[in-house]
């Protein structure tokens, strides 16, 4: 039973701790500090440390996990190895070689493809057939340290941001847990990665949402499907945003962004073939059906979404 420090914040890593205290003496947590969010900006607890708290476990949480301070907080855990997953923070050398067998990461993608912060979104939005979860020890490079275990797992044909999360959050877990006894025991040896295969996922923005109605209808459902939930699609009409919660791509022709009745239902034109709204979200209202949407405005059919009002 190793001695451990976690280390992670958001929902995705609790499967992995869960799973850890379960099995090794973890010895300390360590998570982003609390955030303000929502509407009334209250500071929230991260998963983590709810998880922490509530198991009693010591909990840190450096602003800066770089800072002389932290660093010394951890040497004195006397931890011998450390465990990443989706801190949020990047580790330095120097606290990466604290513990005897480094410091091992959690990443959710078949490395080297989708290096970097969102690589969930990343493989959905490319139309990858495939993505799954990776055991690394991790250097001071952006994911690039050696390999330890890979386990890949087929995409769906509807898979969204959310879905895929909760698949490889739990994948993650059982293949950490399977790989740790045999990495502790020099089993498994480090595998160097090719980068000449690299590919990035860089941080996600509020406005990588924005629908581009000029790019194939194909392309446009896979947006919409990778950023479910966060950060959401979304176009403009009259000069409010519309968030497109869910749809389709099909067949057929019409101007990019033109609302065109189809099918009994109503249909966006795109680049190369059609986008079937299913459900859209007016800004500051709820949730409807496209026909419930239609129903209340009803000049939606025939304008041209994406463009500023005249």
Not at 12 to 37: C, E, N, W, Y
Not at 91 to 99: A, E, I
Request: hydrophobic content about 45%; proline content about 7%; charged content about 20%.
């Amino acid at each position: 039973m190793a001695k451990i420090v976690f280390m992670g914040t958001p929902e995705f890593a609790l499967p992995s701790l869960k799973g850890l205290m379960a099995a090794h003496d973890l010895r300390a947590i360590v998570t982003q500090p609390d955030r303000r969010a929502g509407r009334g900006k209250q500071l929230r607890q991260s998963p983590v440390k709810q998880v922490a708290l509530a198991a009693g476990l010591p909990l840190f949480q450096p602003s800066r996990i770089r800072e002389a301070a932290a660093i010394e907080a951890l040497r004195q855990v006397d931890a011998e190895l450390f465990v990443v997953v989706a801190f949020g923070q990047i580790l330095p050398q120097s606290l990466l070689d604290l513990p005897r067998f480094g410091t091992i990461n959690v990443h959710a993608s078949l490395l080297p493809r989708w290096r970097g912060a969102a690589p969930i979104q990343a493989a959905i939005r490319a139309g990858d057939a495939e993505s799954g979860v990776t055991i690394m020890l991790l250097d001071a490079g952006l994911d690039t340290g050696p390999l330890l275990a890979q386990r890949p797992l087929q995409l769906a044909s509807d898979e969204t941001g959310q879905s895929l999360h909760d698949k490889l959050s739990h994948a993650g877990a059982n293949l950490l847990l399977e790989t740790l006894p045999r990495y502790l025991s020099g089993v498994i040896q480090p595998q160097p990665q090719d980068d000449a295969l690299a590919t990035y996922a860089p941080q996600l923005k509020k406005a990588d949402g924005a629908i581009d109605w000029t790019q194939p209808a194909d392309a446009i459902d896979r947006l919409v499907r990778a950023f479910k939930p966060w950060p959401g699609a979304y176009t403009r009409w009259e000069g409010r945003e519309v968030k497109v919660i869910s749809g389709r791509w099909a067949c057929g022709a019409a101007a990019p962004g033109l609302v065109v009745e189809e099918g009994g239902t109503v249909a966006i034109g795109a680049g190369d073939g059609l986008y079937i709204p299913e459900v859209l979200q007016a800004a500051g209202k709820k949730r409807l059906s496209a026909a419930e949407f239609v129903n209340g405005h009803r000049d939606f059919v025939g304008a041209r979404l994406g463009e500023p009002p005249d």
